[in-house]
């Protein structure tokens, strides 16, 4: 049996912890429905936003979380919010919406417009906020990855007619932001990321072909982007990654295990630990872990799923870990929810109840295996 390492309890990412979006509150529904309808301000729709995240805050703690969020509510989406506010970008109206499993997202992109930066980004006074109303929790960040600026975006060659020079850019904008988020107060944020799933499934690397792109190309240009981003970062700045294969209403997008991208991400991605969706047979088995080369680097298990209520067996899932553990030393394993329960704001298919009985459930099944 392997000993319990009980320092490692305290620091990022934590034995038990969750991706970040929580299902939004009627209020906060309500308010945003009046404020599209020009029946209230925005002053009024912050203040309403502020008393949902701070409840929400009460309620992670209440449950046992030691990292706490925002929930993602002052946002539609989990990526198109944070990325439309980078200096260079911009957001805009389509003809159709993201195709997941017999269900489509309504319709928003967004274009490289112009040389791209970051300042003044409206999310640093979102954390402080967020910060505050931690208090001796920790404020956990989550913001969507660098990679899906190029993913999910349009790059204007007149702007950019070098990729190379795009993802220098891009690199450098991010190193910029993380730094200002540091400074703000932040010491963990997750970098949210459905490429990387894409680059598991050989039906999505098809699909890439097919509009032309290399996955092969893009994985060197993601991994490297990504690690300048998080270069020279001060050592209590702890960075995650969640992987992602699409979240919206309970469905998916992709499908297939880690090991097409294991080696690279596992073994060069200079980060402190990622999360991993295991909560069914389309995320594949454990064996990828075996790349993991660094005694530092945290797995944080997603083998609780968000997409639905009904609780899972919590015999089966410390037996789950167990088998994890053959390939990561137990102490530098973590559990979690698969995912967030509302990646956009309409939300999984289950109620706010349930959504804290599984948060409950992780903490408990956590308590257990890393007593």
């Given at each position: 049996m392997q000993t319990i390492d009980k320092s490692s309890q305290k620091t990022a990412p934590f034995r038990a912890d969750q991706v970040g979006s929580l299902l939004r509150s009627e209020a906060i529904k309500k308010a945003r429905l009046q404020r599209a309808a020009d029946e209230i301000t925005a002053e009024q729709l912050k203040t309403i936003e502020n008393e949902e995240i701070a409840r929400i805050v009460e309620k992670q703690k209440e449950v046992g979380l030691q990292a706490v969020t925002d929930g993602e509510f002052r946002r539609a989406w989990w990526h198109f919010d944070f990325l439309e506010d980078l200096q260079g970008v911009t957001g805009y109206q389509t003809g159709s919406g993201i195709q997941f499993q017999q269900k489509q997202t309504k319709s928003r992109a967004i274009k490289v417009t112009d040389k791209?930066?970051?300042?003044?980004?409206?999310?640093?006074?979102?954390?402080?906020?967020?910060?505050?109303?931690?208090?001796?929790?920790?404020?956990?960040?989550?913001?969507?990855?660098?990679?899906?600026?190029?993913f999910r975006g349009e790059v204007d060659k007149a702007v950019y007619p070098d990729q190379d020079e795009f993802f220098a850019d891009l690199a450098q904008t991010y190193k910029k932001g993380l730094q200002a988020f540091y400074d703000a107060g932040c010491r963990y944020v997750q970098l949210d990321d459905t490429s990387w799933a894409y680059l598991c499934s050989e039906e999505q690397k098809?699909?890439?072909?097919?509009?032309?792109?290399?996955?092969?190309?893009?994985?060197?240009?993601?991994?490297?982007?990504?690690n300048e981003a998080v270069s020279d970062r001060p050592d209590d700045f702890k960075v995650t990654m969640h992987i992602c294969r699409g979240n919206f209403r309970s469905t998916w997008i992709s499908s297939g295990g880690y090991e097409p991208v294991a080696e690279k991400l596992f073994g060069h991605l200079n980060i402190d630990g990622f999360f991993l969706e295991y909560d069914n047979d389309r995320s594949g088995g454990f064996e990828p872990l075996r790349f993991v080369n660094r005694p530092d680097l945290n797995i944080v298990l997603g083998l609780i799923t968000s997409k639905f209520g009904e609780l899972e067996d919590k015999d089966v899932i410390k037996r789950r870990i167990e088998e994890a553990s053959r390939y990561v030393d137990l102490n530098q394993l973590c559990l979690s929810p698969q995912?967030?329960?509302?990646?956009?704001?309409?939300?999984?298919?289950?109620?706010?109840?349930?959504q804290w009985d599984k948060l409950r459930h992780v903490v408990e099944i956590s308590n257990n295996v890393w007593k």
């Open positions: 791209l930066g970051f300042d003044k980004h409206p999310f640093l006074e979102d954390f402080k906020f967020l910060q505050a109303a931690a208090g001796d929790h920790t404020a956990k960040l989550t913001i969507p990855s660098p990679s899906m600026l190029h098809e699909q890439l072909r097919a509009k032309g792109m290399d996955p092969d190309y893009l994985s060197r240009k993601y991994l490297e982007t990504l995912c967030g329960f509302a990646s956009t704001e309409e939300g999984n298919l289950l109620t706010e109840e349930q």
